[in-house]
C-alpha cells in the first residue's frame, strides 16, 4: 500500500508540473520549430541592403521595413545599410563565408549565379503559390531564375538616360539631343557657356560604366550585346562596332564634355553638382528621381529625361534601352526562418516599388497624381522598348566583371588605348 501511494505521488507531481509548464508556455514546441514560423513565434531577422545614407531610395527602404515591423508583431527585422560600390565586393565574400544575413539586397543574372551555384540562395517557387505570382508583371522575375527556381524577388524596373537640366540648356542656346550629332553640339554650346556638359564618376566605376554601357547598346544595338555578354553566337567584342563606343566616350573626354574631376568625385557629389545647375546632363538610373525632386535642387519640378542618343550607323535603336529589373533581394539558404524571411521579401519588394523610385512591375501599384513629371516620361519612353541591355556589373560573373571595369578604368584615365581596351574586353570571351 505504502509503495502505491508513492508512485500515485509521483505521477500527481509529474501531472503538476507539466501543467505548470504549460501556463508559463514552455510546453514543447509543436508549432513545427524554430524555422517554420509558428503563429506564436517571435523571430528577428537581419537584412542587409544598399539603400542607406545619401542613396536616393534611402528614405523609403525605412518606411518600408518600419511598415512591417509595425504590421507583424511576431517578426522583426534588423537593418544593416551598405555602400553600393564596397557592397559588390563585401557580399560575395560574406556569402560564400556564410556569413550573410538572412535576407540581402543582390542582383539578379551573373552577378547572383554563383551564390545559386554554391546552394547559397533558397529557393522561393513553394512561397510564391499565395497568389504572389498573379500581382507581378510577366518576365518581372526573370533575371532570378536559375534552371527553373525562383530564387530572388525585385521590386521594381529601372532604366538609364540622361537627366536634363532644361536651364542649361536654354541659356547655352543648345536644343535636348536625340542624335549622338546634336549631343556634340550641345555639349559644345554647353562648354562655351560655362557649363560642365556631362557630369558624371568615374571614382564609383559602375557609375562610368553606365555611360559607357549606354553609349555601346546604341552604337552596337542591345541584340547583339545581350549576345556578347551571354556568350553566345553572334556576339564578339571584336566587333568594329564596339570600338567605336570606346572612340565616342574618347571624344566626349578629350573634348572635355565630361568633368575633368571625374576620377576625384563619386555618385552623389556629381548629382548634387547637376542639382546645383552645374551641368547640363547627367547620366544616372532612374531611382534618382526624388533626390532630384528635393526641396533646394535647381531642377525641382522641371527635370527632363532622355535615353542615350542614337548613334549614326550605329546598330541600336531609338527603343534599345539599359536597364531593367535586375534589382532585388534574396534569402539565404541558411536562415534558420525561411518562412518569415520569404514573408519580407514578398511584403518588401512590393511595398518598395510602392514609395521608392522604380516603374511598377507589380500590377498592384498606382502612380499618384504627385508623380514628378520626368518619372512619367520615363514610364511612357519605355513601354514601347523593343529590347534592354542590363549594366554589366551587374550581368556579367566573377572575374569577368573585374576584367571590364578595369579596362574601363585604366582607359579613361589614359593608361592604356582603345586597342588595349578592346584586347581586354576579349578576355571576358570563351
Known amino acids: 500500500m505504502k509503495k502505491r501511494n508513492i508512485r500515485f505521488l509521483a505521477t500527481l507531481l509529474a501531472l503538476t508540473l507539466c501543467f505548470a509548464f504549460v501556463l508559463s508556455g514552455c510546453a514543447e514546441d509543436t508549432s513545427g520549430g524554430s524555422g517554420?514560423?509558428?503563429?506564436?513565434?517571435?523571430?528577428?531577422?537581419?537584412?542587409?541592403?544598399?539603400?542607406?545614407?545619401?542613396d536616393a531610395n534611402a528614405a523609403a527602404a525605412k518606411q518600408v521595413v518600419e511598415e512591417f515591423?509595425?504590421?507583424?508583431?511576431?517578426?522583426?527585422?534588423?537593418?544593416?545599410?551598405?555602400?553600393?560600390?564596397?557592397?559588390?565586393?563585401?557580399?560575395?565574400?560574406?556569402?560564400?563565408?556564410?556569413?550573410?544575413?538572412d535576407v540581402f539586397s543582390t542582383w539578379g543574372a551573373g552577378f547572383s549565379r554563383p551564390f545559386y551555384d554554391a546552394g547559397k540562395l533558397l529557393k522561393l517557387d513553394d512561397y510564391l503559390k499565395d497568389g504572389t505570382l498573379n500581382k507581378l508583371y510577366g518576365g518581372a522575375l526573370s533575371y532570378f531564375l536559375y534552371d527553373g527556381g525562383t530564387y530572388g524577388m525585385t521590386f521594381g524596373r529601372n532604366v538609364s538616360g540622361f537627366f536634363v537640366n532644361p536651364d542649361v540648356f536654354?541659356?547655352?542656346?543648345?536644343?535636348?539631343?536625340?542624335?549622338?550629332?546634336?549631343?556634340?553640339?550641345?555639349?559644345?554650346?554647353?562648354?562655351?557657356?560655362?557649363s560642365i556638359p556631362i557630369i558624371t564618376s568615374s571614382k564609383e566605376r559602375w557609375v562610368m560604366g553606365m555611360l559607357f554601357e549606354g553609349m555601346v547598346t546604341k552604337a552596337v544595338g542591345a541584340e547583339t550585346v545581350n549576345k556578347t555578354l551571354n556568350k553566345e553566337a553572334g556576339g564578339s567584342y571584336g566587333d568594329p562596332k564596339f570600338r567605336e563606343a570606346i572612340d565616342r566616350l574618347s571624344e566626349l573626354i578629350s573634348n572635355g564634355y565630361i568633368n575633368s574631376d571625374m576620377g576625384a568625385i563619386d555618385r552623389n557629389e556629381a548629382r548634387e553638382s547637376f542639382k546645383n545647375g552645374e551641368a547640363g546632363l547627367y547620366y544616372?538610373?532612374?531611382?534618382?528621381?526624388?533626390?532630384?525632386?528635393?526641396?533646394?535642387?535647381?531642377?525641382?519640378?522641371?527635370?527632363?529625361?532622355?535615353?542615350?542618343?542614337?548613334?549614326?550607323?550605329?546598330?541600336?535603336?531609338?527603343?534599345d534601352f539599359n536597364g531593367g529589373s535586375i534589382d532585388g533581394i534574396v534569402v539565404s539558404a541558411n536562415s534558420k526562418y525561411p518562412e518569415q524571411a520569404a514573408t519580407f521579401v514578398k511584403y518588401f519588394c512590393e511595398n518598395m516599388e510602392r514609395v521608392g523610385d522604380y516603374m511598377p512591375v507589380w500590377n498592384t501599384t498606382?502612380?499618384?497624381?504627385?508623380?514628378?513629371?520626368?518619372?512619367?516620361?520615363?514610364?511612357?519612353?519605355?513601354?514601347?522598348?523593343?529590347?534592354?541591355?542590363?549594366?554589366?556589373?551587374?550581368?556579367?560573373a566573377g572575374d569577368d566583371v573585374t576584367t571590364y571595369q578595369d579596362a574601363l578604368d585604366n582607359f579613361v584615365n589614359g593608361v592604356i588605348t582603345a586597342d588595349a581596351f578592346v584586347e581586354e574586353l576579349k578576355k571576358i570571351q570563351p
Open 69 to 101: 515591423n509595425a504590421s507583424h508583431a511576431n517578426i522583426k527585422v534588423e537593418v544593416e545599410t551598405f555602400e553600393n560600390e564596397a557592397y559588390k565586393t563585401m557580399i560575395r565574400t560574406a556569402v560564400s563565408g556564410d556569413e550573410v544575413a
Open 284 to 319: 544616372m538610373g532612374s531611382w534618382e528621381v526624388s533626390s532630384l525632386e528635393e526641396d533646394g535642387s535647381t531642377v525641382q519640378g522641371k527635370a527632363d529625361w532622355i535615353p542615350f542618343p542614337t548613334i549614326p550607323g550605329g546598330g541600336g535603336k531609338a527603343t
Open 170 to 194: 536654354e541659356s547655352a542656346g543648345a536644343k535636348v539631343p536625340a542624335t549622338w550629332v546634336e549631343l556634340i553640339d550641345a555639349c559644345a554650346k554647353i562648354q562655351a557657356n560655362g
Open 366 to 396: 498606382e502612380l499618384g497624381a504627385n508623380t514628378p513629371a520626368v518619372f512619367n516620361k520615363m514610364i511612357d519612353a519605355t513601354k514601347n522598348a523593343t529590347d534592354y541591355v542590363i549594366w554589366w556589373d551587374t550581368f556579367l
Open 36 to 54: 517554420s514560423g509558428g503563429s506564436d513565434e517571435k523571430v528577428t531577422l537581419r537584412f542587409w541592403h544598399i539603400w542607406g545614407g545619401q
